[in-house]
Protein backbone atom coordinates (compact mmCIF):
# COMPACT_ATOMS: atom_id res chain seq x y z
CA UNK A 1 0.00 0.00 0.00
CA UNK A 2 1.52 3.27 -0.73
CA UNK A 3 0.82 6.68 1.23
CA UNK A 4 2.17 10.28 1.42
CA UNK A 5 2.21 12.98 3.54
CA UNK A 6 3.85 16.42 3.66
CA UNK A 7 6.76 17.79 5.95
CA UNK A 8 9.83 20.12 4.96
CA UNK A 9 13.35 20.77 4.99
CA UNK A 10 15.94 23.26 4.88
CA UNK A 11 19.37 24.36 3.41
CA UNK A 12 20.77 27.36 5.47
CA UNK A 13 17.67 29.52 5.25
CA UNK A 14 16.31 28.10 1.98
CA UNK A 15 13.37 26.11 2.46
CA UNK A 16 11.07 23.48 0.56
CA UNK A 17 8.43 21.44 0.82
CA UNK A 18 9.36 17.62 1.45
CA UNK A 19 7.19 14.47 0.17
CA UNK A 20 7.20 11.43 2.68
CA UNK A 21 6.18 8.90 0.59
CA UNK A 22 5.71 5.12 2.11
CA UNK A 23 5.06 2.11 0.06
CA UNK A 24 4.45 -1.11 1.98
CA UNK A 25 4.89 -4.39 -0.02
CA UNK A 26 4.84 -8.50 0.34
CA UNK A 27 8.76 -9.51 0.48
CA UNK A 28 11.14 -9.97 3.50
CA UNK A 29 11.32 -7.74 6.18
CA UNK A 30 13.09 -5.04 5.42
CA UNK A 31 13.22 -1.26 5.72
CA UNK A 32 14.65 1.73 4.09
CA UNK A 33 14.60 5.29 3.76
CA UNK A 34 16.28 7.13 0.24
CA UNK A 35 15.96 10.37 -0.98
CA UNK A 36 19.53 11.86 -0.39
CA UNK A 37 19.07 11.17 3.53
CA UNK A 38 21.59 12.07 5.72
CA UNK A 39 23.31 9.66 8.81
CA UNK A 40 20.43 11.30 11.07
CA UNK A 41 17.41 10.52 8.39
CA UNK A 42 18.58 7.17 8.29
CA UNK A 43 18.77 6.84 11.94
CA UNK A 44 15.06 7.36 12.03
CA UNK A 45 14.46 3.45 10.92
CA UNK A 46 15.41 2.41 14.61
CA UNK A 47 13.67 5.47 16.33
CA UNK A 48 10.49 4.86 14.39
CA UNK A 49 10.40 1.33 14.79
CA UNK A 50 10.68 1.35 18.55
CA UNK A 51 8.10 4.77 18.90
CA UNK A 52 5.67 2.56 16.76
CA UNK A 53 6.01 -0.46 18.96
CA UNK A 54 6.27 1.67 22.92
CA UNK A 55 3.12 3.16 21.32
CA UNK A 56 0.81 0.05 21.20
CA UNK A 57 1.15 -0.13 17.73
CA UNK A 58 2.43 -3.21 14.99
CA UNK A 59 5.26 -2.85 13.43
CA UNK A 60 4.66 -4.56 9.67
CA UNK A 61 6.86 -7.51 9.44
CA UNK A 62 7.42 -6.67 5.37
CA UNK A 63 8.82 -4.69 3.13
CA UNK A 64 9.37 -1.25 3.62
CA UNK A 65 10.70 1.51 1.09
CA UNK A 66 10.29 5.10 2.34
CA UNK A 67 11.27 7.81 -0.26
CA UNK A 68 11.72 11.77 0.60
CA UNK A 69 10.60 13.87 -2.75
CA UNK A 70 12.43 15.61 -4.53
CA UNK A 71 15.16 13.11 -4.17
CA UNK A 72 17.64 15.50 -5.56
CA UNK A 73 17.85 17.90 -2.18
CA UNK A 74 19.74 16.63 0.60
CA UNK A 75 17.49 16.22 3.91
CA UNK A 76 19.59 16.39 6.96
CA UNK A 77 18.06 15.64 10.63
CA UNK A 78 15.74 14.47 12.59
CA UNK A 79 12.75 16.53 11.29
CA UNK A 80 11.01 13.42 9.43
CA UNK A 81 10.43 10.88 12.16
CA UNK A 82 7.39 11.75 12.99
CA UNK A 83 5.76 11.71 9.04
CA UNK A 84 7.67 8.25 8.28
CA UNK A 85 6.21 6.82 11.11
CA UNK A 86 2.59 8.46 10.87
CA UNK A 87 2.94 7.22 6.92
CA UNK A 88 3.79 3.33 8.26
CA UNK A 89 0.83 3.63 10.05
CA UNK A 90 -1.44 4.90 7.78
CA UNK A 91 -0.41 2.48 5.42
CA UNK A 92 -1.62 -0.39 7.52
CA UNK A 93 -4.50 0.70 8.62
CA UNK A 94 -3.87 1.79 12.25
CA UNK A 95 -4.29 5.61 11.86
CA UNK A 96 -6.96 7.43 10.02
CA UNK A 97 -5.74 9.53 7.39
CA UNK A 98 -8.76 12.16 7.12
CA UNK A 99 -8.14 14.54 9.99
CA UNK A 100 -3.75 14.37 9.24
CA UNK A 101 -4.88 15.59 5.50
CA UNK A 102 -2.98 18.82 3.74
CA UNK A 103 -1.02 19.04 7.05
CA UNK A 104 2.61 19.67 7.14
CA UNK A 105 4.37 17.41 10.10
CA UNK A 106 7.76 17.91 11.73
CA UNK A 107 8.68 16.66 14.43
CA UNK A 108 11.24 14.02 16.36
CA UNK A 109 10.21 10.73 18.08
CA UNK A 110 11.86 9.35 21.35
CA UNK A 111 11.61 5.54 21.62
CA UNK A 112 8.76 5.77 23.97
CA UNK A 113 6.70 7.41 21.47
CA UNK A 114 6.96 10.98 22.74
CA UNK A 115 6.85 13.88 20.23
CA UNK A 116 10.67 15.71 20.46
CA UNK A 117 11.53 19.58 19.27
CA UNK A 118 13.50 19.50 16.18
CA UNK A 119 15.49 22.93 14.62
CA UNK A 120 14.80 24.56 11.59
CA UNK A 121 11.29 24.57 12.35
CA UNK A 122 10.66 28.56 12.35
CA UNK A 123 12.12 28.55 9.27
CA UNK A 124 10.42 25.56 7.71
CA UNK A 125 6.99 27.17 8.45
CA UNK A 126 7.72 30.80 6.96
CA UNK A 127 9.26 29.05 3.83
CA UNK A 128 6.08 26.73 3.34
CA UNK A 129 3.78 29.46 4.12
CA UNK A 130 4.85 31.86 1.81
CA UNK A 131 4.13 28.89 -0.74
CA UNK A 132 1.00 28.67 0.53
CA UNK A 133 0.75 25.60 2.70
CA UNK A 134 -1.39 26.57 5.97
CA UNK A 135 -1.57 23.92 8.34
CA UNK A 136 1.24 22.21 10.31
CA UNK A 137 1.91 19.99 12.98
CA UNK A 138 5.01 20.80 15.22
CA UNK A 139 5.98 19.40 18.94
CA UNK A 140 5.22 21.17 21.82
CA UNK A 141 8.53 22.27 22.73
CA UNK A 142 8.73 24.30 19.40
CA UNK A 143 4.70 25.97 19.58
CA UNK A 144 6.35 29.36 21.21
CA UNK A 145 8.60 30.11 17.63
CA UNK A 146 5.31 30.48 15.74
CA UNK A 147 3.52 33.04 17.34
CA UNK A 148 4.04 35.96 15.82
CA UNK A 149 3.20 34.03 12.12
CA UNK A 150 -0.02 35.16 10.87
CA UNK A 151 -3.01 32.93 8.42
CA UNK A 152 -1.74 29.77 9.66
CA UNK A 153 -3.71 27.00 11.69
CA UNK A 154 -1.01 25.02 14.34
CA UNK A 155 -1.64 21.84 15.71
CA UNK A 156 0.63 20.12 18.53
CA UNK A 157 0.18 16.79 20.02
CA UNK A 158 2.42 14.90 22.84
CA UNK A 159 2.98 11.85 21.36
CA UNK A 160 2.56 9.52 18.33
CA UNK A 161 -0.33 7.64 19.91
CA UNK A 162 -2.37 10.95 20.29
CA UNK A 163 -1.65 11.94 16.41
CA UNK A 164 -2.56 8.70 15.25
CA UNK A 165 -5.62 8.62 17.23
CA UNK A 166 -6.67 12.01 15.29
CA UNK A 167 -6.34 14.01 18.68
CA UNK A 168 -4.46 17.05 17.58
CA UNK A 169 -4.70 20.10 20.09
CA UNK A 170 -4.87 23.29 17.73
CA UNK A 171 -2.70 26.17 19.09
CA UNK A 172 -4.29 29.19 20.05
CA UNK A 173 -1.86 32.29 19.56
CA UNK A 174 -2.68 35.92 21.14
CA UNK A 175 -2.30 38.84 18.65
CA UNK A 176 1.02 40.45 19.45
CA UNK A 177 3.43 39.70 21.73
CA UNK A 178 2.88 40.98 25.02
CA UNK A 179 4.92 44.52 26.15
CA UNK A 180 7.13 43.92 28.90
CA UNK A 181 9.72 46.25 30.33
CA UNK A 182 13.05 45.76 29.58
CA UNK A 183 15.32 44.61 32.46
CA UNK A 184 18.47 43.64 30.73
CA UNK A 185 21.05 42.58 33.34
CA UNK A 186 23.68 44.95 32.66
CA UNK A 187 23.63 48.84 32.79
CA UNK A 188 25.57 51.42 31.84
CA UNK A 189 25.42 52.65 35.51
CA UNK A 190 27.73 50.08 36.92
CA UNK A 191 30.63 51.70 35.26
CA UNK A 192 32.16 54.96 36.71
CA UNK A 193 33.27 57.90 34.46
CA UNK A 194 34.34 57.12 30.83
CA UNK A 195 31.21 59.56 29.88
CA UNK A 196 33.88 60.39 26.62
CA UNK A 197 33.58 56.39 25.82
CA UNK A 198 29.63 56.22 26.46
CA UNK A 199 29.23 59.60 24.31
CA UNK A 200 30.85 57.76 21.35
CA UNK A 201 28.90 54.10 22.50
CA UNK A 202 25.50 56.28 22.15
CA UNK A 203 26.50 57.89 18.75
CA UNK A 204 27.51 54.56 17.17
CA UNK A 205 24.27 52.98 18.67
CA UNK A 206 22.18 55.69 16.92
CA UNK A 207 23.46 55.58 13.79
CA UNK A 208 24.41 51.90 13.47
CA UNK A 209 28.23 52.80 13.05
CA UNK A 210 30.67 50.37 13.77
CA UNK A 211 33.33 51.41 16.75
CA UNK A 212 36.73 50.27 17.89
CA UNK A 213 37.28 51.35 22.13
CA UNK A 214 41.81 51.53 22.19
CA UNK A 215 43.20 51.32 25.67
CA UNK A 216 45.01 49.96 28.48
CA UNK A 217 44.07 46.63 30.06
CA UNK A 218 41.55 47.20 32.89
CA UNK A 219 39.94 50.28 31.28
CA UNK A 220 36.53 49.35 31.10
CA UNK A 221 36.61 48.27 27.12
CA UNK A 222 34.96 44.74 27.50
CA UNK A 223 32.27 46.39 30.58
CA UNK A 224 31.42 48.96 28.42
CA UNK A 225 30.67 46.65 25.15
CA UNK A 226 28.68 44.25 26.91
CA UNK A 227 26.46 46.95 27.84
CA UNK A 228 25.69 48.05 24.30
CA UNK A 229 22.67 46.25 24.00
CA UNK A 230 20.51 47.66 27.30
CA UNK A 231 21.07 51.32 25.24
CA UNK A 232 19.75 49.81 21.52
CA UNK A 233 16.17 50.40 20.49
CA UNK A 234 13.62 47.45 21.24
CA UNK A 235 12.95 44.79 18.55
CA UNK A 236 10.19 45.07 16.19
CA UNK A 237 7.96 42.26 15.27
CA UNK A 238 10.11 41.90 11.97
CA UNK A 239 13.06 42.14 13.17
CA UNK A 240 12.12 38.93 16.11
CA UNK A 241 10.99 36.62 13.11
CA UNK A 242 14.52 37.43 11.01
CA UNK A 243 17.00 36.85 14.10
CA UNK A 244 14.51 34.23 15.43
CA UNK A 245 14.51 32.26 12.32
CA UNK A 246 18.64 32.01 12.20
CA UNK A 247 18.79 30.88 15.57
CA UNK A 248 15.95 28.40 14.59
CA UNK A 249 18.33 26.70 12.22
CA UNK A 250 21.37 26.94 14.19
CA UNK A 251 19.12 24.76 16.61
CA UNK A 252 19.66 27.80 18.96
CA UNK A 253 15.79 28.24 19.71
CA UNK A 254 14.60 27.29 23.44
CA UNK A 255 11.02 27.11 22.90
CA UNK A 256 10.71 30.74 22.44
CA UNK A 257 11.62 33.85 20.18
CA UNK A 258 14.30 35.88 20.40
CA UNK A 259 12.86 39.11 21.59
CA UNK A 260 16.09 40.91 22.62
CA UNK A 261 19.06 42.67 20.64
CA UNK A 262 21.80 39.38 20.31
CA UNK A 263 25.37 39.89 21.93
CA UNK A 264 28.09 37.57 20.11
CA UNK A 265 31.79 37.57 21.39
CA UNK A 266 33.82 35.12 19.49
CA UNK A 267 37.07 34.33 21.30
CA UNK A 268 40.44 35.46 19.33
CA UNK A 269 40.71 31.55 18.46
CA UNK A 270 37.64 31.35 16.07
CA UNK A 271 38.16 30.43 12.57
CA UNK A 272 37.08 32.06 9.47
CA UNK A 273 34.00 29.11 9.56
CA UNK A 274 33.40 30.09 12.70
CA UNK A 275 32.95 33.39 11.90
CA UNK A 276 30.92 33.53 9.12
CA UNK A 277 29.69 30.09 8.87
CA UNK A 278 29.54 27.00 6.94
CA UNK A 279 30.07 23.32 7.63
CA UNK A 280 29.05 20.19 5.78
CA UNK A 281 25.84 21.14 6.63
CA UNK A 282 25.53 24.84 6.39
CA UNK A 283 25.08 26.49 9.02
CA UNK A 284 25.11 30.46 10.14
CA UNK A 285 28.26 31.76 11.78
CA UNK A 286 29.20 34.48 14.34
CA UNK A 287 27.92 37.38 12.28
CA UNK A 288 24.73 35.97 11.35
CA UNK A 289 23.93 35.04 15.16
CA UNK A 290 24.86 38.78 15.53
CA UNK A 291 22.28 39.96 12.90
CA UNK A 292 20.46 43.02 14.16
CA UNK A 293 22.55 42.89 17.06
CA UNK A 294 26.43 43.29 18.57
CA UNK A 295 29.15 41.64 17.40
CA UNK A 296 32.16 42.16 19.54
CA UNK A 297 35.53 40.98 18.59
CA UNK A 298 37.36 41.83 22.16
CA UNK A 299 41.32 41.31 21.59
CA UNK A 300 41.04 42.44 17.95
CA UNK A 301 44.71 42.60 17.39
CA UNK A 302 45.15 39.15 18.76
CA UNK A 303 42.53 37.77 15.67
CA UNK A 304 43.94 35.96 12.77
CA UNK A 305 44.56 38.95 9.80
CA UNK A 306 43.04 36.13 7.54
CA UNK A 307 40.00 35.77 9.46
CA UNK A 308 39.65 39.66 9.94
CA UNK A 309 39.33 39.54 6.63
CA UNK A 310 36.51 37.52 5.92
CA UNK A 311 34.17 40.66 7.40
CA UNK A 312 34.99 43.20 4.98
CA UNK A 313 32.56 42.35 2.47
CA UNK A 314 29.80 41.17 4.85
CA UNK A 315 30.28 44.70 6.95
CA UNK A 316 29.88 46.19 3.38
CA UNK A 317 26.68 44.27 2.24
CA UNK A 318 25.21 42.99 5.66
CA UNK A 319 24.64 39.64 4.16
CA UNK A 320 27.55 36.77 3.57
CA UNK A 321 27.26 34.57 0.28
CA UNK A 322 28.50 30.54 1.59
CA UNK A 323 29.79 29.01 -1.69
CA UNK A 324 31.16 25.19 -0.78
CA UNK A 325 30.93 22.56 -3.45
CA UNK A 326 27.56 20.73 -2.14
CA UNK A 327 25.97 24.03 -1.51
CA UNK A 328 25.27 28.15 -1.84
CA UNK A 329 23.61 29.63 0.80
CA UNK A 330 23.10 33.35 2.21
CA UNK A 331 22.79 34.51 5.17
CA UNK A 332 21.84 37.66 6.65
CA UNK A 333 24.73 39.57 8.61
CA UNK A 334 23.41 43.29 9.48
CA UNK A 335 25.18 43.37 13.61
CA UNK A 336 26.84 46.54 15.04
CA UNK A 337 30.46 45.53 15.20
CA UNK A 338 32.23 46.77 18.30
CA UNK A 339 35.72 46.18 18.83
CA UNK A 340 38.38 46.45 21.87
CA UNK A 341 42.10 46.46 21.20
CA UNK A 342 45.09 47.48 23.25
CA UNK A 343 47.26 49.79 21.68
CA UNK A 344 50.79 48.23 21.85
CA UNK A 345 51.24 44.72 22.71
CA UNK A 346 52.39 45.27 26.02
CA UNK A 347 49.26 47.20 26.40
CA UNK A 348 50.90 50.38 28.25
CA UNK A 349 51.51 52.59 25.82
CA UNK A 350 49.89 56.04 26.48
CA UNK A 351 49.03 54.98 30.15
CA UNK A 352 49.12 57.61 32.45
CA UNK A 353 51.40 55.81 35.07
CA UNK A 354 52.89 52.45 33.47
CA UNK A 355 55.78 52.79 31.21
CA UNK A 356 55.37 51.26 27.65
CA UNK A 357 58.26 48.09 26.95
CA UNK A 358 56.86 48.00 23.13
CA UNK A 359 59.78 49.34 20.11
CA UNK A 360 57.67 51.28 18.00
CA UNK A 361 58.41 48.51 15.49
CA UNK A 362 57.54 45.86 17.55
CA UNK A 363 53.46 48.40 18.25
CA UNK A 364 53.44 48.66 14.37
CA UNK A 365 53.53 45.01 13.74
CA UNK A 366 51.40 44.39 16.16
CA UNK A 367 48.62 46.94 14.81
CA UNK A 368 49.14 45.97 11.17
CA UNK A 369 47.25 42.30 11.95
CA UNK A 370 44.35 45.05 11.38
CA UNK A 371 44.43 45.84 7.59
CA UNK A 372 43.58 49.84 6.62
CA UNK A 373 40.33 48.64 4.86
CA UNK A 374 39.07 46.84 7.93
CA UNK A 375 40.58 49.91 9.77
CA UNK A 376 38.58 52.25 7.28
CA UNK A 377 34.83 50.30 7.79
CA UNK A 378 35.00 51.59 11.60
CA UNK A 379 32.82 54.47 11.53
CA UNK A 380 33.86 55.44 15.24
CA UNK A 381 37.31 55.05 17.14
CA UNK A 382 37.70 56.30 21.09
CA UNK A 383 40.29 55.80 23.10
CA UNK A 384 39.54 54.57 26.50
CA UNK A 385 41.73 55.48 29.12
CA UNK A 386 42.00 53.79 32.70
CA UNK A 387 39.81 55.56 35.74
CA UNK A 388 41.12 57.51 38.74
CA UNK A 389 40.89 55.79 42.12
CA UNK A 390 39.18 58.98 43.57
CA UNK A 391 35.97 58.42 40.90
CA UNK A 392 35.74 54.94 41.45
CA UNK A 393 35.51 54.92 45.19
CA UNK A 394 33.40 58.01 44.36
CA UNK A 395 29.72 57.47 45.25
CA UNK A 396 28.22 59.58 42.48
CA UNK A 397 25.31 58.30 40.48
CA UNK A 398 26.03 57.21 36.91
CA UNK A 399 23.38 57.76 33.77
CA UNK A 400 21.97 54.38 33.40
CA UNK A 401 21.12 52.69 30.41
CA UNK A 402 17.32 53.85 30.11
CA UNK A 403 18.20 57.55 29.95
CA UNK A 404 20.87 56.65 27.25
CA UNK A 405 18.15 54.13 24.96
CA UNK A 406 15.71 57.14 25.12
CA UNK A 407 18.39 59.64 24.29
CA UNK A 408 19.10 57.20 21.21
CA UNK A 409 15.56 56.49 20.46
CA UNK A 410 14.67 60.39 19.69
CA UNK A 411 18.02 60.30 17.54
CA UNK A 412 17.24 57.65 15.63
CA UNK A 413 17.18 58.43 11.70
CA UNK A 414 14.30 57.45 9.75
CA UNK A 415 12.77 53.85 9.75
CA UNK A 416 14.01 53.08 6.34
CA UNK A 417 17.56 53.71 7.75
CA UNK A 418 16.98 51.29 10.38
CA UNK A 419 15.53 48.84 8.41
CA UNK A 420 18.49 49.24 6.21
CA UNK A 421 16.36 50.17 3.13
CA UNK A 422 18.46 53.07 2.38
CA UNK A 423 21.23 54.18 -0.29
CA UNK A 424 21.99 57.38 1.97
CA UNK A 425 25.89 56.73 2.74
CA UNK A 426 27.37 56.57 6.36
CA UNK A 427 28.65 59.82 6.27
CA UNK A 428 25.70 61.64 5.32
CA UNK A 429 23.70 60.04 8.49
CA UNK A 430 26.31 60.97 10.79
CA UNK A 431 27.14 64.66 9.89
CA UNK A 432 22.76 64.47 10.48
CA UNK A 433 24.02 62.93 13.82
CA UNK A 434 26.75 65.18 14.50
CA UNK A 435 24.20 68.26 14.00
CA UNK A 436 21.58 66.90 16.31
CA UNK A 437 24.15 65.82 19.43
CA UNK A 438 25.57 69.65 18.93
CA UNK A 439 29.20 68.39 18.73
CA UNK A 440 31.57 71.89 17.74
CA UNK A 441 31.57 73.25 14.28
CA UNK A 442 35.39 72.31 13.77
CA UNK A 443 35.04 69.00 14.13
CA UNK A 444 32.22 68.74 11.87
CA UNK A 445 33.86 70.49 9.51
CA UNK A 446 36.85 68.90 9.46
CA UNK A 447 34.44 65.65 9.20
CA UNK A 448 32.58 67.00 5.99
CA UNK A 449 35.79 68.02 4.44
CA UNK A 450 37.28 64.24 5.06
CA UNK A 451 34.37 62.40 4.33
CA UNK A 452 35.95 59.47 6.36
CA UNK A 453 34.47 58.02 9.48
CA UNK A 454 34.40 60.23 12.52
CA UNK A 455 37.72 59.50 14.92
CA UNK A 456 37.13 60.75 18.86
CA UNK A 457 40.45 59.97 20.38
CA UNK A 458 41.91 62.13 23.93
Known sequence: MFVKLLSGGFLGLETY???????????????????????AVKEAKERVRSAIKNSGFSFPQRRITVNLAPSDRKKSGSIYDLPVALGI?????????????????????????????????LAVVLGLKREGFKKFFVPRGNVGELELIKGIEVYTAHSLEEVAKGKLQRVDYK??????????????????????????????????HHIAMVG??????????????????????????????IYSVAGLLSGGLIT???????????????????????????????????????????FPRKVLEVLRQPLEDGKVLISRAGYKVEFPSKFLWVSALNPCPCGNYKHPFKECVCKPSQIRRYLKKISSPLWERIDLKVWVNPVETEKLISPSQEENSRQIRERVLKDLPEEKILKGLTDLPTPMITAQLLLRKNITIQRFVIFVLKSAPLVILQ
Open 260 to 302: ERPFRAPHYSASETALIGGGSSPMPGEISLAHRGVLFTDELAE
Open 175 to 208: ENLPKADRKYPLDFADIKGQKQVKRALEIAVAGF
Open 89 to 121: LLATNQASGEILKDIVFLGELALNGEIKPVRGV
Open 216 to 245: TPGSGKSMLAKRVPSVMPPMEEWEILEVSQ
Open 17 to 39: PVEVQVDISNGLPFFNIVGLADT
